[in-house]
């Protein structure tokens, strides 16, 4: 069997750790944008398939944030590079692909699609290493890639999962034989469901290997679905795949259905149902001194205030999760507001959050930077 | 965006002291452009613009005295403009008062009706209050236990003309 890992110390099982959370947080902003770009009274299934899938990734961000701090990481959020700058990229076997800031559409669920479903290689070419190298551009953000190498991409999101849970068993093992264990975290920092209400999934702490690999299998599970079933097995909930592909084919999937053939009710799509945003907009694109453009400020800087606050959370203080719900309801809100704004000087397009966390405002994480190059 | 729309933009940024974001914000500047169309007739709705566009300009210390002379002081704006108001802040249109019909004419469409039940959901009276429409934009849980947020008070100078109507508006009804 395959075991080569990539992964050798538990500070490079950190710095993955904290890719997945990077990579699990990615999504957020495009599914969001694309569900709140839809116009009041139309398209309500997609709507709501958007809501339950988006509410999963949060789900996911919380539990790769629960196993970093199983092994005595420290989650952090408020990192410069966290957030992705749009289009940002994932790795799709040889190639990578643009995941982007745009408008419900034909386009967006394509996106969606693949982020969901990473490519699969056939087994005899498992064999090889997992990364492949691809020369990226600096300034690209490549999700999925080696913390330290961004040139060394993996072949996909599933490889570079196959590789966290590969190196937690080595480095776990290799502890055992000392001994030891990895899992050394203060339990009290694992966030658990009583602050973490209706979250698409039992949020349960991860503490030895058995948990820290469930929860990582919750994620991958959700994701891709189990083995090629479109239902995953413990919840009997469709995998996102197969919840976006709902709306392609513009029907539900029944229990029993094949991949790619739901038999359920019909579901109406409006494509034209959705605010036309302008693509990876960003913040140096709208005119100078208007209300949009301060806007759109406001929302950056009350996101990255949010990502501060979700790290308190992660690091010791769980019950600030409660207090970051109605920030999230805020967010939406001013999301709608950008949305809806036609944009000055780009006729037939309108606004849309751009997600440049401490960019375009007083920077917030300079102390960080300067604590981090200390 | 028209001419037309951006008139009605701007007098309503003067009307209700809400910013143009704010009102682009709700999605439904053209529908209730629409609506004063199809209940008081494109004439009344013209004339309406035309009064806003004729007054003085901006930063002028005389544009809020004229709006108050030409418009909300008019015999056939004035209710129309108040109706609008009304509009904005709740999504209901606010059937005109009987004095205008008695003097201009009954319109078929001009009686008390929620525009759309979006119309409901983003009625400026929300966000004037820091509250949220019932049923509708929930707030999250445990977000009772926050103090309502009330936007800042308008600052900039278009603004600070609307807020100064406003004023003499109380003194008038006082």
Known sequence: MHTHSSIRTLDELKEFLHGAMQLEHATI?????????????????????????????????????????????????????????????????????????????????????????????????????????????????????HPRNKDLHFYSIGEFYAAIVEGIKELEE?????????????????????????????????????????????????????????????????????RFEELVKGRYYLKGDKPGHPTGPPLQID???????????????????????????????????????????????????????????EFRNMMLELIRNPLPGHPGLNGSPTYEIGKNTADPYAAHRAEAAA | MSDRIETFLGLSVELTAFSRFDLLATGLAERYLGTLDKVVGGDTTNTLLAAFAALPPPGDGTRARALRATILGSELLGDVARSLIKLWYSGTWFELPYAWT????????????????????????????????????????????????????????????????HLQNVGIMS
């Open chain 1, 29 to 145: 902003p495009p599914y969001l944008t694309a569900l709140y770009s839809i116009m009041p009274n139309v398209n309500q299934d997609a709507a709501q398939i958007l809501r339950v899938i988006v509410v999963e990734e949060m789900l996911h961000l919380t539990i790769a944030a629960n196993v970093l701090n199983a092994i005595g990481g420290t989650p952090d959020l408020t990192r410069p590079d966290f957030v992705a700058s749009y289009p940002a990229y994932l790795p799709d076997g040889e190639t990578d692909f643009e995941v982007g800031i745009q408008a419900f559409g034909r386009e967006a669920l394509a996106t969606f699609l693949k982020i969901e479903r990473p490519a699969a290689r056939s087994e005899h070419l498992k064999a090889q290493s997992p990364l492949i190298h691809r020369k990226s551009s600096q300034h690209k953000t490549v999700l999925g890639s």
């Open chain 2, 102 to 165: 008695q003097r201009f004419g009954a319109k078929p469409a001009d009686a008390t009706f929620v525009v759309s039940p979006d119309a409901y959901v983003e009625g400026l009276l929300w966000k004037a209050i820091g509250a949220h429409p019932a049923g509708a934009k929930a707030p999250g849980y445990g977000s009772w236990a926050y103090p309502p947020k009330i936007p800042a008070f308008p600052a900039s100078d278009t603004k600070a003309d609307a807020v100064s109507v």
């Open chain 1, 174 to 242: 290799k502890a055992k034989r000392e001994g030891q264990t990895i899992f050394t975290g203060d339990r009290s920092r694992q966030i658990t469901s009583e602050y973490y209400y209706s979250g698409g999934g039992e949020l349960f702490p991860v503490f030895d290997l058995k948990s820290a690999l469930d929860a990582l299998e919750l994620i991958i599970e959700q994701g891709e679905g189990d083995g090629g079933g479109i239902y995953d097995d413990d919840e009997h909930e469709l995998a996102h795949y197969y």
């Open chain 1, 271 to 329: 494509w034209d149902g959705a605010y036309p945003i302008k693509p990876n907009l960003k913040v140096a694109e709208i005119s100078d001194g208007s209300e949009l453009r301060e806007a759109t400020v406001a929302f950056n800087h009350r996101y990255g205030e949010f990502l501060a606050l979700l790290t308190r959370a992660y690091n010791g203080q769980p019950n600030l999760l409660l207090e970051a719900v109605p920030v999230m309801f």
